[in-house]
Each structure stands twice: as C-alpha cells, then as structure tokens.
C-alpha cells in the first residue's frame, strides 16, 4: 500500500498539481485514498496532512473508505487488455458472483477495472490492496481468491465451525 504512494510521489513530485495528481493515482489503483498513503505523501511532499484532507474531502471522486476489506483491481490498460485482461476479469466475475465495482455481500471482495498499473513488462497484471500479481493466467484466479479469503476469512465461515 504505502509502496503505491511512494511511486505514486515519485511519479508526480514537482510537477504542477502534483497533490491531486498522486491522490488521483492512488484513489485509481487502490479504490480509495488509505490514511497511511495521506501520511506519505504529507511527508515525502511536504504538504500538510489537513491541506490533503481538504482536497479528498472536497472532491467525491476520493473515498477514504476501502469499499471492501480486499480491493481487486484488474489493469485493463493497453498492455494487459491484449494480454488477456478481460479472461482474468469474466474469472472474478464468476468466482465471486459480481460485476465491475460492485462487493461481495460479506463485504470482503470489490472488483473494479484501473488504467495501467505502471508495470506493463508483467501484463496481464492485477493487484489485491496493493499487492502485484504480473503474467497472469485464469487459471491463477481461484488461488488469489483463496490467499486472501484466508487473510479475510467469511463470518459464515466461521459461525459454520462453531
Ligand atoms: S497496461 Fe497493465 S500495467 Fe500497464
């Protein structure tokens, strides 16, 4: 996560309206704009944690919730679109019972589609909460769906062991 706004800093530091554009990026490949990305980029940018405040808020664009315990973002960029992006994407679709930025009713999974994750050389590329998987095939799909289910385990999942 915090590795996101650092490139994103990286990326955009110095160049006019380099606040909105580093917030836009991050709001892009995370699905919201995390508290401890705000802290990095207030300290790597050195603008002050309110003056970022004021931008999220003032902008519905921004959220600042995760609009799922893990955000999938599929890249459908040039790159990983003729790679084979929209095969990754009817896969979430099926195995998770939704569409494009919708969540799982547990709340745990969002799908959403982004522009270019900035790492073309692995398409087709996808990321979970900020994590990279790069070369994917469908076929890899059901175990990242397991990882994280394991990292956000179901509440039925739970009520059914007791
Ligand atoms: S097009 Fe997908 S990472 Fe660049």
């Known amino acids: 996560m915090i590795d996101i706004a650092a490139l994103a800093v990286k990326k955009w530091k110095g160049?006019?309206?380099?606040?909105?554009?580093?917030?836009?990026?991050?709001?892009?490949?995370?699905?919201?704009v995390p508290r401890e990305a705000t802290?990095?980029?207030?300290?790597?940018?050195?603008?002050?944690?309110?003056?970022?405040?004021?931008?999220?808020?003032?902008?519905?664009?921004?959220?600042?919730?995760?609009?799922?315990?893990?955000?999938?973002?599929?890249?459908?960029?040039?790159?990983?679109y003729l790679k084979g992006a929209p095969a990754l994407?009817?896969?979430?679709?099926?195995?998770?019972?939704?569409g494009v930025d919708e969540a799982t009713s547990d709340g745990i999974f969002h799908l959403q589609c982004v522009r270019c994750l900035g790492c073309?050389?692995?398409?087709?590329?996808?990321?979970?909460?900020?994590?990279?998987?790069?070369?994917?095939?469908?076929s890899d799909i059901k175990p990242i769906i397991a990882e994280w289910r394991e990292v956000f385990p179901a509440k039925e999942t739970a009520n059914a062991a007791n």
């Open 89 to 98: 994407l009817d896969e979430f679709k099926k195995d998770l019972g939704i």
């Open 15 to 32: 160049e006019r309206g380099s606040l909105i554009m580093a917030l836009h990026e991050i709001q892009n490949q995370m699905g919201y």
């Open 39 to 80: 802290m990095e980029i207030s300290s790597q940018m050195n603008v002050p944690l309110a003056r970022i405040y004021e931008v999220l808020t003032f902008y519905n664009y921004f959220k600042l919730e995760a609009p799922g315990k893990a955000v999938i973002s599929i890249c459908t960029g040039t790159a990983c």
């Open 120 to 138: 073309c050389g692995l398409a087709p590329v996808v990321s979970v909460n900020g994590k990279i998987y790069g070369k994917l095939k469908p």
